[in-house]
């Protein structure tokens, strides 16, 4: 596909590096704004029946911060990424480390706010997701931008409803995918191409239609595909890990209005 073409995506990368240089000085310098950052997190099912939460806070994110800099020689060293932008060090959360995601830095190519289209924020999430993400999740929204028909995205901001939160899946005794920060659930893919034209695709059932749809389905299929053989069809979490109410990718009704997509256990 046209719209994939690697030189084309190594030459923008690199200029956009070379822009963003000195890019860990911003990256610490964002460290010190994020704690005025505020970072709410909700949880839904990952499946099963039940309701999903209206929002709870995540007042671990909130605090997170204030501990961290990249002066402490305990600090974990970055995780190496562009296409997400990742603060530096980890933080101990209720059941593994976790890194913040700097969802408002202007030189990453994804950014994100909570159930906003605007206003940005951070989330918190698992490493190994961090990596995963950062590694497959621009490249996943570009196979469905073809797709799709769309222009090709240079960026792209997320809608979402939450990331890290410590709680169990709904109506289960299990815990949620995001009790171990390893969620995002998203709501909107605010497509920005090259010509300063935006394209935003919803994840609601309802507009599960048309070039929406194939975006849809593409995507999904293309997060499906980044997943390890030791994820297999039919692992309840592997279910949920996409989400979506009748398809052939499966999900259930808690999906209906969101993408919970998920790095699962399984995945490592
Ligand atoms: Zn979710």
Redesign the pocket.
């Known amino acids: 596909m046209e719209i994939l073409n690697k030189r084309k995506i190594n030459e923008q990368t690199n200029r956009l590096r070379q822009k963003t240089f000195p890019f860990r000085l911003r990256q610490s310098l964002m460290v010190a704004l994020s704690s005025s950052l505020v970072a709410f997190g ?5 499946s099963g029946g039940g309701d ?1 939460a209206s929002g709870i806070p995540d007042s671990l994110s909130q605090e997170e911060d204030s501990t961290m800099s990249p002066e402490n020689p305990n600090a974990a060293p970055v995780i190496p990424g562009f296409n997400f932008s990742f603060n530096p060090g980890t933080k101990d959360l209720a059941y593994g480390p976790g890194v913040t995601w700097n969802g408002c830095d202007p030189n990453a190519m994804v950014t994100g706010g909570y159930d906003s289209d605007t206003k940005c924020g951070n989330g918190t999430v698992y490493p190994g997701y961090a990596e995963h993400l950062d590694k497959n999740f621009f490249r996943c929204v570009e196979v469905a931008s073809a797709d799709a028909n769309y222009r090709q995205p240079e960026r792209v901001f997320i809608r979402h ?2 990331t890290y939160v410590n709680r169990n899946a709904r109506n289960s005794s299990s815990l ?3 009790a171990y920060a390893r ?3 998203i709501v909107k893919f605010i497509l920005y191409d090259r010509t300063g034209g935006t394209t935003q695709v919803s994840t609601h059932v309802r507009d599960f239609a048309g070039s929406t749809a194939k975006f849809y389905n593409s995507f999904r299929q293309c997060w499906k595909d980044t997943l390890p053989s030791s994820c297999k069809p039919g692992q309840r979490e592997y279910l ?1 890990s996409i ?1 979506i109410p009748g398809s052939a990718l499966g999900g259930n009704s ?2 209906d209005d ?1 993408i ?3 790095y699962p256990l399984c995945a490592g």
């Open positions: 909700i949880g839904c099912a990952d999903w409803w939450g949620s995918m995001h969620a995002i659930d949920g989400g808690l999906h969101h919970h997509l998920s």
